[in-house]
């Protein structure tokens, strides 16, 4: 259906977030997520470095803006968005984020056609586009699917948070060590099962098959990219490496990244003792209390995201909550490895 009002034009970061704020709070912010709440502050936090005009990739690029992209716009109020993050890989891939209209607006045609300038824009540069979706949203997920988008990989959302998880009592039999050189081919024969070579570009940090590796290789790559694992550990048994555990801390974050990657006959009592290592950490982070002014400290939520039923049953039984299902979609078909359905 063609919109028959307002226009598109490119977001002015500076002008547009603080009125675009209430309604990313209310299509995103959902159940006060921590992670979501400090998203949006970040959002709000680049205005002040955001230059004037028109945002664009090459500010993004440069870690002045966290996206570019474009608005919908009638009677000088945006009700619109389609934002563009550009990520350094070859070839050049761009993430379809924070799409939305506001309420009183849906269903006239304005979230495809802010789809369809993002798209061209991405023609324009030869790149790759791609966006992340929740596969219960089945109305986004038919407009995507109709401006030419295939679902190329498909996840289940885990979380964990450490104060509402049962400890997990000791398993003796098992060793939990810090992961070896030795441990790698098996390690990289789970990650590659878990997730396809196509797709090791979206968990930070990328590749994840040079800065997950535990010796000498992965070393120097996370010193020559300044990036430090929380902890990478595997568990033992009777000699045979059963599974990678790792957690990459992000300070800013109200969300931690949490990797498993093991035997798919991954055993409870395996995962459980893969855990007891993770619970000895004290998490503590901190956020700024609107309401009360004050710095308040939380416990982080861990994320997880595994092909759906994968260690599914340990999981849960270990305090996991499996969140919802996502979907990685991409225009113009999959690569050539990706099963698509």
Do not use: K
């Amino acid at each position: 259906m063609s919109v028959p009002y307002g226009r598109l034009r490119p977001l002015r970061y500076r002008d547009d977030i603080p009125a675009l704020l209430p309604l990313l709070r209310e299509t995103f912010l959902v159940d006060d997520a921590p992670h979501v709440r400090l998203g949006l502050q970040r959002f709000h936090e680049a205005v002040g470095h955001a230059p004037p005009g028109s945002t664009t990739e090459r500010q993004v690029l440069r870690g002045r803006v966290p996206f570019f992209g474009w608005v919908w716009e009638h009677a000088g109020q945006p009700l619109g968005l389609v934002a563009l993050t550009p990520l350094s890989t070859r070839p050049r891939r761009y993430v379809l984020a924070n799409i939305m209209v506001h309420p009183r607006h849906r269903g006239r045609g304005i979230g495809r056609a802010l789809v369809q300038q993002a798209l061209r824009y991405v023609a324009a540069r030869g790149g790759e586009a791609w966006l992340e979706v929740y596969a219960d949203n089945h109305p986004a997920v038919g407009l995507y699917t109709s401006l030419g988008f295939r679902p190329c990989w498909r996840g289940t959302e885990w979380r964990w948070r450490p104060a509402d998880a049962p400890r997990p009592a000791p398993v003796p039999h098992l060793q939990v060590r810090p992961a070896r050189s030795r441990d790698w081919p098996h390690i990289l024969h789970w990650l590659y099962a878990v997730y396809p070579r196509w797709m090791l570009w979206r968990w930070p940090p990328q590749p994840l098959d040079r800065a997950l590796h535990p010796g000498w290789p992965g070393r120097l790559w996370r010193w020559w990219h300044q990036v430090d694992p929380g902890d990478l550990w595997v568990v033992e048994r009777q000699g045979q490496s059963r599974g990678l555990w790792a957690w990459w801390p992000e300070p800013d974050e109200a969300q931690t990244m949490f990797y498993l990657f093991a035997a798919a006959d991954l055993t409870p009592d395996e995962l459980q003792a893969g855990m007891q290592r993770l619970q000895r950490h004290n998490f503590h982070m901190w956020s700024f209390d609107p309401q009360s002014g004050r710095m308040v400290a939380f416990r982080p939520l861990f994320y997880l995201t595994l092909p759906p039923g994968r260690h599914a049953a340990p999981l849960q039984q270990l305090g996991w909550n499996p969140a919802q299902e996502v979907l990685w979609m991409r225009h113009g078909g999959c690569p050539h490895e990706a099963l698509a359905r």
